[in-house]
T-cell receptor
Framework: KQEVTQIPAALSVPEGENLVLNCSFT??????LQWFRQDPGKGLTSLLL?????REQTSGRLNASLDKSSGRSTLYIAASQPGDSATYLC???????????FGTGTRLQVFP | DGGITQSPKYLFRKEGQNVTLSCEQN?????MYWYRQDPGQGLRLIYY???????QKGDIAEGYSVSREKKESFPLTVTSAQKNPTAFYLC?????????????????FGPGTRLTVL
């Protein structure tokens, strides 16, 4: 059974720091991995999607990497800003099913 | 504006009542999904539909029902059989993918409905 784990559960950093969020999964048979952002009491916003054949994706200050063989993905946020404060969730599209399996998220706070 | 909407934003239910949560999308997506989110837990899939008039149970379908009579709409009914319905409910939609039926495109989420049982 696929399990998705995100470490750390919470992170508090000063503005301007570069930071890395981690996501690990137990079954490497995936179609893709996605990173989402969730603001308190809101829905999810897609940030990056990495297909299983890709190694990384970039969007602005965000860079996501995927190492399928080791079951790991990282989300790198450069020059963090207070507006980056949110919960970040990763999810894997499990091969052979019609499901996304979500991690429990990392709650990020960036203080001025 | 293209997007996915959910209503109401907040919903209160008395014990023993059925309630229906609305989800509408104008993105022309074939696939739609319902998730439940509880504090400290990841999203869990309740039901999903890849095409009109067809839907499948997710991981926690007991106590819930859905219909998919129109492409744009995928309402979720929380029945009195759901023992602990207080949660945040999220609806999503996506284009169908090309690998084994699963959507390999990103999912677009609505703003959510917070259901509280009184």
């Amino acid at each position: 059974k696929q399990e998705v784990t995100q470490i750390p559960a919470a992170l508090s950093v000063p503005e301007g720091e570069n930071l890395v969020l981690n996501c690990s999964f137990t079954d490497s048979a995936i179609y893709n991995l996605q990173w989402f952002r969730q603001d308190p009491g809101k829905g999810l916003t897609s940030l990056l999607l990495i297909q299983s054949s890709q190694r990384e994706q970039t969007s602005g200050r965000l860079n996501a990497s995927l190492d399928k063989s080791s079951g790991r993905s990282t989300l790198y946020i450069a020059a963090s800003q207070p507006g980056d404060s949110a919960t970040y969730l990763c999810a894997v599209a499990q091969a052979g099913t019609d499901k996304l399996i979500f991690g429990t998220g990392t709650r990020l706070q960036v203080f001025p | 504006d293209g997007g996915i909407t959910q209503s109401p934003k907040y919903l209160f239910r008395k014990e023993g009542q059925n309630v229906t949560l609305s989800c509408e999308q104008n993105l022309n997506h074939d696939a739609m999904y319902w998730y439940r989110q509880d504090p400290g837990q990841g999203l869990r899939l309740i039901y999903y539909s890849q095409i009109v008039n067809d839907f499948q149970k997710g991981d926690i379908a007991e106590g819930y029902s859905v219909s998919r009579e129109k492409k744009e709409s995928f309402p979720l009914t929380v029945t009195s059989a759901q023992k602990n319905p207080t949660a945040f409910y999220l609806c999503a939609s996506s284009k169908p993918g090309t690998s084994g039926g699963i959507s390999t495109d990103t999912q677009y989420f609505g703003p959510g409905t917070r259901l509280t049982v009184l």
